[in-house]
């Protein structure tokens, strides 16, 4: 009597489609989560550095994600304050300050000689008192009380000081109505030209120029703009006190001595100066010209080069890089991340179901699929593993041989990298169905891994379905290694072909493997 056959619990428990699905679903979770940390996202989004980057080189090509307008505030700041600095100075000329000072010797002459008469007619005992005055005479103890009593009147009506002695030789005068036009054609010539408190406030104008607004009527409204190259013309107050003796012998012939050296003694005091700098109006017009002044934009559009590999970081950079995460792109190398671990499970999915539906000895037992996704989650590894080695020993491989085949030996280590050994086991441990179909859809996980290239996509393609094909014929332990051999002599020659075919990098040496100047780990020759 036989012993009835006991049937694995495994192999009960998978009799339930349910249970089934549920293990399909977790491989695919498995396979997807798995890629999502083996597809480096910094291929894609660099991360985005920090203010300390300043002055270091960046490592990768960083790309706008999407179109930027970024404000340089810095650059704004300069060109603002240089178009600050090109407004001239503005200074205002007192087109009256001459009919003042004229008017106020006038009033004061007048003011003085009324005076005097009123005097006279008040104290007509006294009267011949007043004959002290003339030249030569002693002043009368009480006329020269009177005139020291209205000097301050005279004083206030000129806005100027005069020495008594001066005051007095003009009171000699009885303040006299030539003497008085004489003053008043002098104060004329001596307040005509520009004149300002300090000739050393304009050195720093000297170089461009002013600008002088002259200044009409009670309110002060401009008549006329004109801009002023020559600063040496322009006297300060010290200068134009030290004219007026010179107008004085030019201009006046018929005043004694006495009265002559009074009256030059009171227009320079009474001079004041007419040009004045207007502070207010220059920074009017300096903040009106930094309005001027647009905004400076640092334009990106989607898809742009912001930093490439190598370059050092600057101020400039930094600007971008402060725009970027606050646009959240500092955030998207999650996103890139698990949006691989998607493209994964949809390749997947979508490759299972096709050969699933479609090929007929595509049936696989669950023990299969497992090995399946082991295979898929363990080949990735190995080709990143395989990727970084290749890049990392590039250079220490090409400085270490002689420099005659040093580089070509260099640029021929990524051909040593396994892109079809995948494909080769599964051929070998199942069927030419199931590798064809696996090597489709590790063939765009392995291009994703390394950097979006579509070479190494057209690379893990054709090296997995020659090996598979080989690896069906193979009759011993030598003929696999024949067949690896033949491999590696298929990688050389084919990563070169398609380096021309999609025209990436330019001559022998080190160049980028990229599609869309995204960088990658591969050196191709």
């Given amino acids: 009597m036989s012993t009835p056959e006991t049937t694995p619990l495994a192999s009960r428990i998978l009799r339930f489609k349910r249970v089934r699905q549920a293990l399909a679903l977790s491989l695919l979770a498995l396979v997807s989560i798995s890629a ?69 010797v006038a009033d004061a002459f007048g003011d003085a000689r009324n005076g005097l008469l009123e005097w006279k007619r008040a104290n007509t005992v006294n009267a011949f008192r007043a004959t002290s005055l003339r030249p030569g005479r002693k002043i ?119 009265a002559r050296r009074a009256v030059v003694q009171l227009v320079r005091r009474a001079l004041r100066p007419n040009l004045s700098y207007n502070d207010a109006e220059t920074r009017r017009r300096q903040e009106a010209k ?114 005659r085949f040093g580089g070509y030996v260099a640029d021929a280590l990524p051909a040593a990298i396994p892109f079809a050994l995948g494909s080769l086991l599964v051929r070998f441990l199942l069927s030419s169905e199931a590798a064809l179909l696996w090597t489709a859809a590790f063939a765009p996980l392995c291009g994703l891994l390394a950097g979006g290239s579509l070479q190494i996509v057209l690379a893990a393609l054709v090296g997995g379905i020659v090996a598979a094909d080989r690896i069906g014929h193979a009759g011993s332990r030598f003929r696999v290694e024949q067949i690896g051999a033949h491999g590696l002599a298929g990688a050389l020659g084919l990563l070169p072909v398609l380096e021309e075919l999609f025209s990436i990098g330019e001559g022998k040496g080190r160049a980028v493997c990229n599609f869309g100047e995204e960088r990658s780990p591969l050196i191709v020759i």
Avoid at 168 to 173: G, H, Y
Avoid at 352 to 377: C, I, P
Wanted: a negative charge.
């Fill in 140 to 258: 009368d103890p009480e006329v020269l009380k009177f005139l020291l009593a209205r000097r301050d009147e005279f004083w206030k009506t000129l806005q100027a000081l005069v020495d008594d002695e001066d005051y007095l030789a003009l009171a000699r005068t009885g303040f006299d109505p030539a003497v008085e036009s004489a003053a008043s054609r002098l104060a004329g010539l001596a307040a005509s030209g520009f004149t300002v408190e300090e000739r050393g406030l304009l050195a720093a104008d000297r170089e461009r120029g002013i600008v002088v607004r002259t200044l009409a009527g009670p309110y002060g409204t401009v008549a006329l703009e004109q801009t002023v190259r020559d600063i040496d013309r322009i006297r300060d107050l010290a200068q134009a006190r030290a004219e007026v003796e010179r107008l004085a012998a030019e201009h006046i012939f018929d005043l004694q001595p006495a």
């Fill in 290 to 403: 930094r309005a001027q002044v647009k905004d400076v934009l640092l334009q990106f559009k989607k898809g742009e080069k912001i930093i490439g590999d190598g370059e050092q970081v600057t101020k400039t950079h930094l600007l971008i890089f402060h725009a970027l995460r606050a646009a959240g792109r500092a955030s998207e190398a999650e996103q890139v991340r698990w949006g691989g671990g998607l493209f994964a499970a949809l390749v997947c999915a979508a490759v299972f179901e096709f050969g699933r539906r479609n090929v007929r000895k595509f049936r696989l037992r669950s023990r299969d699929v497992v090995l399946l996704a082991t295979l898929l989650v363990g080949q990735l590894l190995l080709v990143r593993g395989a990727i970084w080695a290749a890049d990392a020993a590039h250079d220490f491989v090409r400085d270490q041989l002689p420099a």
């Fill in 36 to 104: 999502a940390f083996l597809l480096t996202p910094s291929r894609f989004t660099p991360p985005v550095p920090g203010d300390e980057a300043l002055g270091t080189v960046f490592s990768g090509t960083l790309k706008a994600n999407r179109d930027y307008d970024v404000l340089d505030t810095e650059t704004t700041a300069d060109k603002r304050e240089e178009a600050a600095r090109s407004v001239w100075p503005v200074y205002d000329f007192d087109g009256s300050a001459a009919d003042v000072l004229q008017r106020r």
